[in-house]
Each structure stands twice: as structure tokens, then as C-alpha cells.
């Protein structure tokens, strides 16, 4: 598919998704509502992107679930939430999913548990802390969007994988360099083209282990 390239683009192709029902898409009016009046309160998102919000932050978020089996979801975490995406927007389209939030910043914490409540995201949470405090769980998928370069989020991370867990990380520019750079992990990275900005990429795959020793770590 080529990449979406507007609002009302972002907003048809969220209409097409297996998730994207009525309710689930007054879930997402209701989020964009929302981070609106947020965003004259606290800068969530840059006054540019908020004009194209479907298509920079709603549609960049959904198309992480056009690489998860349906059965393969959940716990899902959420590193570095911030404004709530992709987390919040997985959980409007997918509310029966547990999405946890990871989120360190106190005003944004207070955003995104006000977001759930006023989305009733009844298996959403907040885990208001820093990622490194947070308690160990095994994660069935793992997203992270402008969180931390890829070998310092494996390596933050790294604890709540299984080889089952499925890693989802927009990434822009960068994806394949991060991943060609990647060194001291066994994992099986790919990277699948954007939808919504064809120069970007999503890091897409597991995390095997850590690999020990110099000589493993020439890949
Ligand atoms: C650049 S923002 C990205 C927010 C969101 N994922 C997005 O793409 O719009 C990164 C967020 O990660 C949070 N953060 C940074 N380091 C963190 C840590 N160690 N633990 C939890 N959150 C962290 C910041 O407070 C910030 O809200």
C-alpha cells in the first residue's frame, strides 16, 4: 500500500481496519477531543502535528496493529507514552486488550489516566514511573515511538520479552541503520515501510537473548 499522505486519507484507512468499527472511531474523535484542549494546557505534540493528527499520531500509531495476529496481543506495553501514542490508540481500537502505559512525566501521567477514564478503557493502565522501576511482566507486544534508540531500548527492555513477544517500534529514518547497529543481542528485526511517511520504518520482531562474549557479538 502507499503511504497515507493526509487527515482525510489517515481517516478512510482507519475506517478499513478490522478494528475500525463505529464505536471504536468515536473512541478516537473523543481522544483527539481530548488531546486538543490538552495540548493548549501542556505541550503534548507539536502545534504542527496537532493539524495532522490523524495522520501523524492516530494513523501512525494504528498501523502497529496491522503486524499483530489478533490472538497475540496482549499484555500489551507501551514505552514512554507521553501524549498517549501509540498506546491510547491501540486501546480505543482494541479495548479488551491490557495496554500498559509507561510513562514518567507527572502531568502527562495525569493526562493519560484521565484519557482512560474518559474513553472508559476499562484494561488500560497507567504505570506512572520510570521504565527502569517498573516491575517485570512478560509483554506479548512491546511498543516504543520516539522513546530511545534501539539499543538502549533492548536494552531497558529486554526484561519484559519472552521469544514470543512481539517488538513494534516506529522509528523514521533511522529503522535500518538502528537495526544493522544493533550488536550483543540474537534477535530477529525486520523492518516493514511506514504508511504514513515513505521514508520511515517500523522495527518489527523479537528479541532472542543477550548474546555474551566478544566473539558473539560479531554479527
Ligand atoms: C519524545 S516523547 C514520545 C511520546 C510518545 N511515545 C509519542 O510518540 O508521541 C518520550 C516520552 O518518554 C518519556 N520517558 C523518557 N524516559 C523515560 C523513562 N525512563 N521511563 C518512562 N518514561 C520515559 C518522556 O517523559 C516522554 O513523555
Not at 468515536?26 to 477531543?33: G, N, Y
Not at 479495548?95 to 484494561?123: G, Y
Not at 515511538?145 to 526484561?159: G, H
Not at 517500534?169 to 515501510?193: I, M, T
Amino acid at each position: 500500500m502507499t503511504a497515507l499522505d493526509s487527515n482525510a486519507a489517515a481517516r478512510a484507512w482507519l475506517a478499513t481496519l478490522p478494528e475500525g468499527n463505529a464505536v471504536a472511531l468515536e473512541r478516537l474523535e473523543s481522544l483527539v477531543a481530548l488531546l486538543r484542549e490538552e495540548n493548549a494546557r501542556q505541550n503534548l505534540v507539536s502545534a504542527a502535528s496537532l493539524d495532522a493528527v490523524w495522520l501523524r499520531h492516530v494513523a501512525d500509531s494504528a498501523q502497529l496493529l496491522c503486524h499483530v495476529p489478533r490472538e497475540t496481543w496482549s499484555p500489551w506495553l507501551d514505552l514512554g507514552s507521553g501524549a498517549g501514542f501509540p498506546g491510547l490508540v491501540v486501546a480505543a481500537l482494541r479495548p479488551e486488550c491490557e495496554v500498559v502505559l509507561v510513562e514518567s512525566r507527572s502531568k502527562r501521567i495525569d493526562w493519560l489516566q484521565r484519557a482512560i477514564t474518559a474513553l472508559a478503557l476499562p484494561c488500560a493502565r497507567v504505570a506512572g514511573a520510570r521504565l527502569e522501576l517498573v516491575e517485570s511482566f512478560p509483554a506479548r507486544v512491546i511498543s516504543a515511538r520516539a522513546f530511545a534508540p534501539l539499543d538502549r531500548l533492548v536494552e531497558l527492555s529486554a526484561r519484559f520479552s519472552t521469544s514470543d513477544t512481539l517488538w513494534l517500534l516506529p522509528k523514521g529514518r533511522s529503522a535500518r541503520d538502528e537495526v544493522n547497529q544493533l550488536n550483543g543481542w540474537s534477535h530477529r528485526f525486520h523492518v516493514e515501510h511506514s504508511l504514513t511517511d515513505t521514508e520511515a520504518g517500523v522495527i518489527v520482531g523479537q528479541v532472542l537473548g543477550k548474546l555474551s562474549g566478544k566473539k558473539d557479538r560479531k554479527r
